[in-house]
């Protein structure tokens, strides 16, 4: 729901209709002087406005709106909003003594009764907000109870490296130590982020870090929590056990977005950035995206989801990273791994690079990290159709090979020209064709628009 910017205003309408008495919100406008007065006017200093940033119908008169078929309003151009903004000095409470505040209170109390009620301005409401506004930015910064907890969670960590580095170094390089909790979640993290660093720390203190192939093993997980399952590897295995030929089979990347919530189920806390590495806390970021891994059979019919992680963006490195990790455990699996498929977004073309993939020479092929062997890296097919049919759709224009130009108005006017003679010309293009802004996801209206039964 779109919120206004104005401080002072906390105007919500799930009412969309004006003639029902709802309110609109309106975006800033790009001309810098009236997007400068539109900026004064919402009383906030040094700040800028995004592309969602609006205020609401509430703040400008009734002479800078034009409402069509009575049911939305339009903003004219050129309008302002109409408040009176104030800014006020907050005083340090420490500077006022206690004769002070005596003061004030004896001559409030002895001319109350000659002053006469003022009703309440909108920049009375405004000084209020203003003067409670730090305050409640208060909640989002840190304690020194949780600052201390997480630096004292950090030395731990260090603390007991330098151990396991002293007792190899006194044992001549065998110990039997096992490793904590608070030492398997630094692994896992520093890996995750970057396995460059990772491997840079582990030489350093003399492998008191785990191998790779260790950082694997803690990577699965049971019951469904985020990191890759280990009993869909098993079923795998089993698969593959119960089959005389080899399995081929595809591997498939996506992203699902969710919903920004933390939630708490009486033992811990879900809705965080999650990775299989346990963990938690109030200083890490909320997931607003689950990274998928889904094994499809090639020459056997099966799917099944190898893992997923939890996760607020992502870089190709860690993208790759993670390719390398499933693909390692697959192949225990004695499954075949010869594709991956993924959308076409720009942090999935990183990973290409990381992979051994060149996109600009064609180079779609990596090398299996275990086997060698050639893996396709293939582009969704689906999702690649719809960003063209997207990018035609905004750029309006396409040149072909020869020079012509194919134009998205001939589309507009086809449909326009068959709607109002009330017939086909021997093709799908239909008014959602061209119209197809609520219905983005149906990959139809996609390829039927570049079929041959849609020119």
């Known amino acids: 729901m779109p919120t206004c910017a104005v401080i002072s205003c906390k105007a919500r309408s799930e009412v969309s209709s004006v003639a029902k008495g709802g309110i609109s919100f309106h975006r800033f406008p790009k001309k810098p002087d009236i997007r400068k007065q539109w900026i004064e ?15 609401c119908s509430q703040h400008f008169n009734e002479d800078d709106f034009e409402v069509k078929n009575s049911k939305k309003r339009y903003l004219k151009n050129g309008a302002v909003p109409h408040v009176q903004i104030v800014y006020i000095e907050i005083v340090d409470p420490i500077l006022t003594t206690f004769s002070t505040v005596t003061v004030m209170e004896e001559s409030a109390s002895q001319t109350i009764r000659d002053v006469d009620p003022v009703p309440l301005n909108s920049s009375t409401v405004l000084m209020e907000e203003s003067v409670n506004q730090p305050i409640n930015d208060m909640d989002s910064v840190p ?40 030492l398997r979640t630094f692994a896992l993290t520093l890996h995750y982020y970057s396995p460059k660093a990772y491997n840079y720390v582990r030489d350093t203190f003399k492998t008191c870090l785990p191998h790779v192939r260790t950082l694997r093993k803690w990577y699965k997980s049971v019951k469904g929590e985020p990191g890759f399952t280990d009993e869909s590897f098993k079923a795998l295995k089993a698969k593959s056990n119960s089959i005389k030929y080899p399995i081929i089979a595809g591997l498939m990347i996506d992203e699902m977005a969710i919903r920004r919530r933390i939630e708490w189920d009486g033992v811990k806390l879900h809705g965080h ?30 799917k099944v989801s190898m893992g997923y992680f939890l996760i607020d963006g992502m870089t190709g490195v860690q993208r790759a990273e993670l390719v390398k ?4 455990k697959i192949h225990e699996t004695r499954v075949k791994i010869v594709s991956l498929t993924f959308d076409g977004c720009a942090s999935n073309i990183a ?17 299996d990290p275990v086997t060698k062997y050639p893996i396709m ?24 090979e020869n020079g012509k130009k194919i134009k998205w108005s001939y589309l507009e006017e086809l449909n326009k020209l068959q709607e109002k003679e009330k017939f086909h010309l021997a093709n799908k293009l239909r008014y959602r064709h061209i119209h197809y802004h609520n219905q983005k996801m149906k990959v139809k209206l996609a390829t039927q628009l570049f079929s041959l039964s849609g020119q």
């Open 41 to 55: 006017i919402t009383g906030r200093k040094d700040w800028i406005p995004t592309k969602s940033s609006t205020i």
């Open 325 to 328: 990790q499933c693909l390692e």
């Open 377 to 400: 890296a293939l582009l969704d097919p689906s999702h690649m159709v719809k960003l063209i049919r997207n990018t035609f759709q905004v750029y309006q224009v396409f040149v072909d």
């Open 351 to 367: 990973m290409l690079k990381h992979l051994g993939c060149n996109f600009e020479e064609g180079k779609m092929k990596f090398e």
């Open 273 to 302: 950035v999650e990775i299989g590495s346990g963990i938690e806390g109030d200083h890490i970021t909320e997931a607003k995206e689950a990274l998928v891994f889904l094994v499809t059979g090639i020459n056997c019919n099966f």
């Open 143 to 182: 304690t020194n109870s949780s600052v201390m907890e997480e630096c004292s969670s950090i030395a731990i960590q260090v603390e007991e490296l330098i151990g396991r580095y002293i007792s190899k170094e006194k044992s001549g390089g065998i110990t039997k130590q096992r490793y904590s909790p608070a």
